[in-house]
């Protein structure tokens, strides 16, 4: 069966950079499109970002476009995401989705924080 | 950016009884390929979000058959034939057809009477 576990989540100053990360089985990774979703306390889904199948390109949201990276590493079935100068509006759960267009997996989340 | 709008956004139900949840986008989500990319998510209270209905009509594996979705171009909904409590939770649509970004709606808060 499909997993995706997310990890690397924690407190984080404004300002400060934090790498999440994905660990994925039960399916071939390297055939599926992946995206990061975020969910602020108490408010709703927001998509944050897509990376393609092969890794080659990704897309994100224009809140996070510029600061945040998402990448994947095929041979280790992982998939990242690079957060750079972090706000306080990025506290969030961070679940790591998986599909194109599919969305029909997702992991259970990491919890950012951004706190001084 | 296509918004996705969602009512009611709160639904309280009797055990038992139907319940429907509407959601509406601001342009067609009819691809080109002819697929229209609308999906309803569910999340319980403490849990991830699943997938409940994609590309409209389709309901995921494991998923009961009291939930059905329907409709086209820019007006759909979710229907829950009859509410169990286990329905409790957090209800979204979201489109994958105009993107990026892929946009959700806002949510529909489903809990019991």
């Known amino acids: 069966q499909v997993q995706l576990v997310e990890s690397g989540g924690g407190v984080v100053q404004p300002g400060g950079s934090l790498r999440l990360s994905c660990a994925a089985s039960?399916?071939?990774?390297?055939?599926?499109?992946m995206h990061w979703v975020r969910q602020a306390p108490g408010k709703g889904l927001e998509w944050v970002a897509f990376?393609?199948?092969?890794?080659?390109?990704?897309w994100y949201a224009n809140s996070v476009k510029g600061r945040f990276t998402i990448s994947r590493d095929n041979s280790e079935n992982t998939l990242y995401l690079q957060m750079n100068s972090l706000r306080g509006e990025d506290a969030a759960v961070y679940y790591c989705?998986?599909?194109?267009?599919?969305?029909?997996?997702w992991g259970q989340g990491t919890l950012v924080t951004v706190s001084s | 950016d296509v918004v996705m709008t969602q009512s009611p956004l709160s639904l309280p139900v009797t055990l038992g009884q139907p319940a429907s949840i509407s959601c509406r986008s601001s342009?067609?989500?009819?691809?080109?390929?002819?697929?229209?990319?609308l999906s309803w998510f569910q999340q319980r209270p403490g849990q991830s979000p699943r997938r409940l209905i994609y590309?409209?009509?389709n309901r995921d594996s494991g998923v009961s058959d009291t939930f059905s979705g329907s409709g086209s171009g820019t007006n759909f909904t979710l229907k829950i034939s009859r509410v169990e409590a286990e329905d409790v939770g957090v209800y979204y649509c979201?489109?994958?057809?105009?993107?990026?970004?892929?946009?959700f709606g806002p949510g529909t808060k489903v809990d019991i009477k």
């Open positions: 039960g399916f071939t990774f390297s055939g599926y499109g």
């Open positions: 590309k409209v009509s």
């Open positions: 990376i393609r199948s092969d890794g080659s390109i990704g």
């Open positions: 989705v998986k599909g194109t267009r599919d969305f029909d997996n």
């Open positions: 979201m489109q994958g057809t105009h993107w990026p970004p892929f946009t």
């Open positions: 342009q067609s989500l009819v691809h080109s390929d002819g697929n229209t990319y």
